[in-house]
């Protein structure tokens, strides 16, 4: 069963986000949790305390990812502190008495209503906060790894063009040329990430890249024109991911490499961390929310992964089946889903068979790669 999360800017019920709220597969407390939130005033206060709960929710499940203990007790218990632990705080009029006179609510970020044009600037905002070294030698690290631990060679790089089909911020677009491709392009609807991208590989004077504003749903190429299309992590923000697959599959080359990420489902309690801060987060400024991470000392890197899918408007899961048909039908073959990943990897802990990893992750990422016919 396909997750399609609508926007989460005109979603008014948080069952419609939150899955394992209608499964109640750890009872009532998820519905709880969401409640409190939900009833909380909408100002700055309030909304510090929603931000709040991300780095929280973050950290915790983490530590249960590390534990061998039966992870769904220990969700439980965390979400009941999360509870328990906002109830008392917003309470707290010396702690209200101190945030109003020492936090500034951020300017409201006029966020325009069309999808592509509102994720663009999600991202582009995150990726332009990304140090030098995070943007270009965590990618190559991340590209490599994942390439290497999954056997898969690059055959003749120095003769191949890349095409980075939603390329955000343009740090994989560059990873592939830090890896001896000849050329590589990034397309995104982002200005802010684009010109990021831009300016970024100015500076360190890497040639033969270009970056140009188009939808990932729409791309202004030809048929057969790449030799590898790279999409990685990106149509599951679309409001179309079939049409994103066909376009991938339309502009590259018969013989050529794909590399398709969408997120998975089912997802286990990581997902379900992340669709409970989607509904808490979801009416919440995205620049304050960046602000308040930051003012904690979190790194620009983390505050990326930690708002990356809760706070973006659309979040579709998929199962691995549902994308396999996909793509055999855009003429899709050799399809082979990335058993290994860097250490961080969801699939990685799988391969590695850490205790309760089903509970914990799911299936793990859905990463593919394949050729066309």
């Known amino acids: 069963m396909i997750t399609e999360n ?4 005109s979603t008014n019920s948080y069952a419609d986000i939150v899955d394992c709220i209608q499964s109640q597969i750890y009872g009532k407390t998820p519905e709880n949790v969401v409640k409190l939130f939900n009833q909380l005033p909408k100002d700055k ?9 991300v780095p929280f929710l973050f950290h915790k499940t983490e530590s249960i990812f590390k534990s061998n203990d ?7 218990e965390v979400l009941n502190e999360l509870l328990n632990s906002t109830e008392n705080l917003v309470k707290n009029k010396d702690i209200h008495i101190l945030l109003n006179n020492s936090f500034e609510f951020s300017k409201v970020e006029d966020f325009q209503d069309e999808v592509k044009t509102h994720t663009g600037q999600h991202y582009g905002n995150l990726f332009k906060e990304f140090d030098h070294k995070s ?13 290497n631990r999954n056997g898969i060679e690059i055959l003749d790089k120095e003769k191949l063009i890349v095409l980075d089909q939603g390329c955000g911020g343009g740090r994989y677009t560059s990873a592939w040329r830090l890896l001896g491709i000849q050329k590589a392009i990034g397309v995104d609807f982002s200005d802010i990430g684009l010109q990021d991208a831009t300016t970024r590989a100015q500076l360190a004077g890497i040639e033969n890249i270009d970056f140009i504003k188009a939808s990932v749903l729409d791309m202004p190429f030809e048929e057969e024109s790449f030799d590898i299309v790279y999409s990685n992590g990106v149509l599951h923000h679309t409001e179309d991911w079939r049409k ?12 050529g490499l794909g590399w398709q990420y969408l997120i998975e489902n089912p997802g286990g309690i990581f997902w379900d961390s992340i669709e409970i801060l989607r509904a808490l987060m979801k009416d919440v400024n995205k620049k304050f929310a960046q602000d308040v991470l930051r003012s904690l000392g979190i790194p620009m890197n ?5 708002l990356d899918h809760v706070m973006v408007p659309i979040n579709t899961r998929l199962t691995s089946e549902e994308i396999i048909v996909e793509l ?3 003429g899709a073959c050799n399809i082979k889903r990335l058993t290994r990943g860097a250490d961080f990897d969801r699939v990685e802990a799988i391969y590695n068979q850490i205790p309760y990893a089903k509970e ?3 299936v793990g990422e859905n990463r593919f790669i394949f050729n066309k016919k």
């Open 45 to 53: 206060f309030h909304d510090y305390f929603r931000v709040l709960s």
């Open 244 to 255: 994103g697959i066909a376009e991938q599959l339309r502009v590259m080359k018969t013989g």
């Open 302 to 306: 983390r505050v990326f992964y930690m």
């Open 328 to 330: 055999e039908k855009n």
């Open 6 to 9: 609508k926007d989460i800017r």
């Open 70 to 76: 039966k992870p769904k007790s220990l969700f439980i």
């Open 135 to 147: 943007y270009f030698k965590e990618a190559k690290n991340l590209l490599e790894t994942r390439l």
């Open 360 to 362: 914990k992750f799911g």
